[in-house]
């Protein structure tokens, strides 16, 4: 109840006293004053503002452990993959970018997706800093105004793709799919094989009936007969291969180029440029080790993925590597994706490619 009285009202109580009883000994007065005052200062020591030495070292303690805990003031790098992106898979599975970044103070996090579209919708949401996908998701995120920036591509392969059908599909070539169930990631590499694969056949887009499906769901439709026929891409592709009596229609060779681009946030890019760089160095060093030892890729992966290594080694020999800069002919290709997807009105708006293609990639 101490610290409801000021210390002020006390002093106040003791002139008043003091003009009451002025002619009373002065004795008296002074061990009254003294008394007030003692109590003042008890007041003080016990009012919940004052900092003493406990409350200075709390503080100083609290203020030290902020600073010094781990990565307070490092950067993050928050890196998106999926499983058809191996070589991000072995990056983050050998830790050498861990290692690589360390000396800077920097860190890495990772977050795996089913597929390219919602890798970039996180992109687009600011929770991942650099990633990888096919040619088609970079195409829809340009056209919805993600900001994000080329920063490099893989070959990786036509072999890699392709739509099937079970083997005892009546269905013989693309040109049967008019009127039937479709089953692809839309907005992913295989929706764009799907365009190109109707036009060569001589059939719109609105001849078949799309059904977008991720991978598994796709796959689980595509078992039970939900749908006439899937376009997949490796590992996935090769696993049906292994797994389902299937048939292939056609994979991406003289259709589509079938490329994978590694993307960052644009705020990333401008605002880490030495750590970009390192990120993009240490993706390279594992690309190459992985282009000479498919079944040492196919081992890594394998617990990690959840699929058979003999399967896995499948899809690693038919794919290509490299981590390499975007040329012009490169981004006219790209241009002609995002192009094609224009003209049906998958995306609302055309897009320029080269304008967001990272100048510091060649």
Same mark, same amino acid.
């Given at each position: ?67 010094? %805990? ?34 800077s103070g920097a860190s890495v996090t990772w977050t ?44 990786? %392969? ?17 040109? +049967? ?10 907005? %992913? ?23 977008? /499906? ?13 749908? +006439? ?40 890019? +401008? ?40 399967? /896995? ?50």
């Amino acid at each position: 109840m101490l610290t409801k009285f000021s210390p002020f009202r006390l002093l106040e109580a003791g002139i008043t006293f003091l003009k009451k009883y002025q002619k009373q000994n002065i004795h008296t007065l002074s061990l009254l004053f003294a008394v007030g005052l003692s109590l003042t200062f008890v007041i003080s020591a016990c009012s919940p503002n004052t900092r003493d030495n406990t409350g200075t070292n709390q503080t100083a303690q609290t203020t030290e452990t902020t600073n010094s %805990s781990p990565n307070s003031n490092s950067i993050v790098v928050r890196i998106g993959y999926q499983k058809a992106a191996t070589v991000l898979y072995a990056l983050k599975a050998k830790g050498e970018l861990e290692k690589a970044l360390k000396a800077s103070g920097a860190s890495v996090t990772w977050t795996e997706f089913p597929a390219g579209p919602p890798m970039l919708e996180a992109l687009n949401a600011g929770s991942i800093d650099f990633g990888y996908t096919g040619e088609a998701p970079p195409v829809f995120a340009q056209s919805g105004g993600t900001p994000f920036v080329y920063v490099a591509y893989d070959p990786l %392969s036509t072999k890699a793709e392709a739509i099937i059908v079970r083997q005892d599909s009546p269905i013989k070539s693309v040109a +049967d799919l008019k009127g039937k169930k479709v089953a692809f990631a839309k907005g %992913s590499n295989t929706n764009y094989l799907v365009v190109k694969a109707l036009e060569k056949a001589g059939l719109q887009y609105k001849d078949i009936e799309p059904m977008g /499906l991720k991978p598994a769901d796709a796959r689980a439709a595509f078992e039970s007969k939900k749908v +006439d026929a899937w376009a997949i891409w490796d590992p996935y592709l090769a696993a049906a291969e292994k797994a389902i009596s299937v048939r292939t229609l056609t994979d991406a060779t003289g259709l589509a180029p079938n490329r994978g681009y590694y993307l960052a946030a644009k705020s990333f890019a +401008d605002s880490n440029l030495d750590t970009l760089k390192t990120v993009i160095d240490e993706v390279k060093k594992v690309s190459d080790w992985a282009k000479n030892n498919p079944p040492e890729v196919a081992k890594l992966l394998s617990p990690i993925l959840g699929i058979d290594a003999a399967v /896995l080694e499948i899809a690693e020999k038919r794919r290509e590597y490299g981590v390499l800069p975007l040329t012009d002919e490169v981004i006219t290709k790209q241009q002609e994706v995002a192009d094609a997807f224009y003209k049906i009105k998958l995306i609302p708006k055309e897009v320029n490619v080269k304008e967001i293609v990272w100048q510091n990639n060649k």
